[in-house]
T-cell receptor, first 114, second 115 residues
Framework: AQSVAQPEDQVNVAEGNPLTVKCTYSVSGNPYLFWYVQYPNRGLQFLLKYITGDNLVKGSYGFEAEFNKSQTSFHLKKPSALVSDSALYFC????????????FGRGTSLIVHP | KAGVTQTPRYLIKTRGQQVTLSCSPISGHRSVSWYQQTPGQGLQFLFEYFSETQRNKGNFPGRFSGRQFSNSRSEMNVSTLELGDSALYLCASQTSGGNSYNEQFFGPGTRLTVL
């Protein structure tokens, strides 16, 4: 079975400060990992993914994520937050050798204060 | 390329009625998945279609069904609506069915309210 945990329901950060949204996962094999963002009344938008290779993955809008196999984590980061980054963020995982369907975390609401 | 489109965007129904939601994937995408999103349960997988065949199914009652047409467009149907079916229903498409590292592209969703 595969699972994803986003331990924080909400993250608050001041504009200009670095942000981190946490994600840990569990799969029986090797993972494919994804981050999506959802703005109010919209569908999810793909931000970035880890398949293999470099543990630091760069994505859209200045976001990046670091894959840590030993800690089974895939935290989303951005060096300098913008008010417009305020949204709901979802982490998702697929097991390379397992289910084709991704498992999503429950989401983390990011609030960036001016 | 046009994105994933879903119709209608909003629906209000009463208990006991049935509803059909439609999803048009990105051109060339053959896999379509459906999700239910609620504040309490988060994103829950309903089913996935690939080349007109249901390939995966989530843990939902038989009142929830779907199908995919030869042009990859998909519909989902919910019969005998219950209050708990009120949710945002999201459709997602992706390219090849065999590559699980491909990201999904989501539509804007259909907001269903059951009164």
């Amino acid at each position: 079975a595969q699972s994803v945990a986003q331990p924080e329901d909400q993250v608050n950060v001041a504009e200009g400060n670095p942000l981190t949204v946490k994600c840990t996962y569990s799969v029986s094999g090797n993972p494919y990992l994804f981050w999506y963002v959802q703005y109010p009344n919209r569908g999810l938008q793909f931000l970035l993914k880890y398949i293999t290779g470099d543990n630091l993955v760069k994505g859209s809008y200045g976001f990046e994520a670091e894959f840590n196999k030993s800690q089974t984590s895939f935290h989303l980061k951005k060096p300098s937050a913008l008010v417009s980054d305020s949204a709901l963020y979802f982490c998702a995982v697929r097991d390379k050798g397992g289910s084709y369907i991704p498992t999503f975390g429950r989401g983390t609401s990011l609030i960036v204060h001016p | 390329k046009a994105g994933v489109t879903q119709t209608p965007r909003y629906l209000i129904k009463t208990r006991g009625q049935q509803v059909t939601l439609s999803c048009s994937p990105i051109s060339g995408h053959r896999s379509v998945s459906w999700y239910q999103q609620t504040p309490g349960q988060g994103l829950q997988f309903l089913f996935e279609y690939f080349s007109e065949t249901q390939r995966n199914k989530g843990n939902f009652p038989g009142r929830f069904s779907g199908r995919q047409f030869s042009n990859s467009r998909s519909e989902m149907n919910v019969s005998t609506l219950e209050l708990g079916d009120s949710a945002l229903y999201l459709c997602a498409s992706q390219t090849s069915g065999g590559n699980s590292y491909n990201e999904q592209f989501f539509g804007p969703g259909t907001r269903l309210t059951v009164l």
